[in-house]
């Protein structure tokens, strides 16, 4: 009578009578494309080692880097470099990179967290943060949480706050009266600009949609117009362009002498622009990556707690909505920053 072969490694065969472990939910891309290639897995819970926190994950946002991860689709001429970073076929990183929860266990060597405090933080490039729970170095990116922030809030708190403080306080080196627009004022990294020029004493006008007009005065503008409809009057010192709307084209008639344009959204040839190009009046563009440093993450709760800033939520969702949200995230439109709660 002949048998049937068993090849299943006996450390992994599954035997029906042995109990399965606790589990959680884990997203993940199947490949690059729309949001449809996201993917809900089941996976044990994770056991935080010696230095390590295991993080009951409540909330995470879903922004318009997580969609251009997904989807491939980048600034020109960064696509290939995107791939060779992370995956020429499909992303090898995992979705979500920012999060807020509580501390579930702490491994035996941790004494700075105690299981149910409050945290949130970054996972960084390797992402992972779209999961029920996670495991991070209690020496990592991961902060308590205050007590002015929900979770929803602390969980939307770093993506567009770290981006305005780098480009506004390092690289623009903005100072206190001087002239600043935001084209696109009412976004998650929009949404922070306005927040931290209006705290370093600047006067800040801004463009956005006639819908979000009222947003962007509440968050500090003085000055907004219909981004269909042109700029506000300049000159400007600082001009900010989230979405790479202007680039120096549209802005450099905007920009006082000595003025420096952030392009926050950079192609590869703006990049190299910034870097090679001189511009007429000592004026200068800015491009580039924001750090994501725990001195950075520590500044911007800083600003928090001076009152300079407070991220806006936008859309809340399920998690069980993640492809959902990210169809919202990647039509960039949407007012304030976007979070799935688990």
């Known amino acids: 009578m002949s048998k049937t072969l068993d ?3 006996a450390s992994t065969a599954t035997d029906p009578a042995k109990p399965r472990g606790p589990q959680m939910k884990v997203a993940s891309y199947t490949a690059y494309g729309g949001p449809e290639t996201i993917a809900f897995t089941e996976r044990p819970i994770p056991t935080p080692a010696a230095d390590e926190v295991l993080i009951r994950v409540r909330a995470a946002p879903v922004t318009a880097g997580d969609a251009r991860m997904r989807s491939g689709k980048v600034p020109r001429g960064l696509g290939l470099l995107m791939r060779l970073a992370i995956g020429l076929r499909r992303p090898r990183v995992a979705p979500g990179w920012a999060f807020s929860g509580e501390v579930a266990a702490v491994g035996s060597g941790v004494a700075s967290f105690t299981k149910g405090q409050r945290v949130f933080g970054l996972t960084g490039f390797k992402g992972g943060a779209h999961r029920e729970y996670l495991v991070i170095k209690a020496t990592g990116t991961v902060l308590p949480l205050p007590d002015t922030l929900t979770f929803e809030q602390g969980a939307a708190f770093f993506f567009g706050g770290l981006t305005a403080a780098d480009f506004l306080i390092d690289r623009a080196k903005l100072a206190a009266g001087e002239r600043l627009l935001v084209a696109g004022a009412t976004g998650a990294v929009g949404g922070a600009v306005v ?8 006067h800040v006008a801004a463009t956005a949609s006639p819908a979000n007009n009222p947003l962007a005065r509440q968050l500090g503008a003085v000055e907004v117009t219909d981004y269909r409809k042109g ?8 001009i900010v362009d989230v979405m790479g709307s202007l680039g120096w084209a549209g802005a450099s008639a905007h920009l006082a002498p000595g003025g420096r344009l952030a392009l926050i959204t950079a192609d590869l040839a703006q990049m190299l622009g910034a870097a090679v190009l001189p511009r007429p ?24 707690q001076a009152g300079g800033y407070t991220p806006v939520l936008g859309p809340i969702l399920p998690f ?16 304030g920053n976007l979070v799935v709660v688990m």
Do not use: C, W, Y
């Open 320 to 335: 069980a909505d993640l492809q959902k949200a990210h169809a919202i995230a990647e039509s960039f439109h949407k007012p």
């Open 7 to 9: 090849l299943t490694p």
């Open 195 to 202: 927040q931290i020029a209006r705290h370093l004493g600047a």
């Open 231 to 238: 700029l506000p009057s300049g000159p400007f010192d600082v």
């Open 281 to 304: 009046g000592k004026r200068k563009v800015l491009t580039g990556t924001n750090k994501d440093d725990l001195p950075s993450m520590r500044r911007l709760l800083a600003l928090h």
